[in-house]
């Protein structure tokens, strides 16, 4: 696609469900990445995807979350047991290779609320 | 982990006037980059200093960079209400194919 695609747009869910939030990458790019960020506050990395190497997972915050890559393009980030802590909105991003001079691409977000 | 920090975290002007934001990061960097956020929306990428660089421009953007403090400024001059935005700095977390990590950003209001 012409940008990064992110769904849903919005998301409100019950404390204690499961969420999915798909993101699409740039056509072509390898590298992908999942931020979060709480209201007025900046970009907490969670994970990282290059090409077929291992994803960096370091930035996850607890084992309730997880994200995939399927194919080295779509990627799923999936929150198990939602909390409310847990509403922020959830940035995707991609760029052409993991070369660090790449500028990065970000979707719109998705917004999640755990009510 | 946080690499930038800015610094202001908010910042009002009026219209004309020149915005001035600074990163200061922790570790030895490759580049650093500096990305803008409109309100609840995907970063935009604004401008890109490697390590080797002191200063670059772009329209009304300039960047500096002081690798001696771990440091970087931008500068938006003639400022105007459309770039009321916040601006972010990024960097890699160490060598080689590591993740973009940005700062908390600082918040620009630029009063017309």
């Known amino acids: 696609g012409a940008g990064v695609s992110q769904s849903p747009s919005n998301k409100v869910t019950e404390k204690g469900k499961d969420v999915e939030l798909r993101c699409d990458p740039i056509s072509g790019h390898t590298a992908l990445y999942w931020y979060r960020q709480s209201l007025g506050q900046g970009l907490e990395f969670l994970i990282y995807f290059q090409g077929n190497s291992a994803p960096d997972k370091s930035g996850l915050p607890s084992d309730r979350f997880s994200a995939e890559r399927t194919g080295g393009s779509v990627s799923t980030l999936t929150i198990q047991r939602t909390q409310q802590e847990d509403s922020a909105v959830y940035l995707c991003a991609s760029s052409p290779t993991g070369f660090p001079g790449n500028t990065i691409y970000f979707g719109e977000g998705s917004w999640l609320t755990v009510v | 982990s946080q690499q930038g920090e800015e610094d202001p975290q908010a910042l009002s002007i009026q219209e004309g006037e020149n915005a001035t934001m600074n990163c200061s990061y922790k570790?030895?960097?490759?580049?650093l980059q500096w990305y803008r956020q409109n309100s609840g929306r995907g970063l935009v990428h604004l401008i890109l200093?490697?390590?080797?660089?002191r200063e670059k421009h772009s329209g009304r953007l300039r960047v500096t960079l002081d690798t001696s403090k771990k440091s970087s400024s931008l500068l938006i001059t003639a400022s105007r209400a459309a770039d009321t935005a916040s601006y972010f700095c990024?960097?890699?977390?160490?060598?080689?194919?590591?993740?973009?990590?940005f700062g908390k950003g600082t918040r620009l209001s630029v009063i017309a």
């Open positions: 200093i490697r390590s080797n660089e």
């Open positions: 990024a960097t890699r977390l160490g060598a080689g194919n590591t993740p973009l990590v």
């Open positions: 570790t030895s960097i490759n580049n």
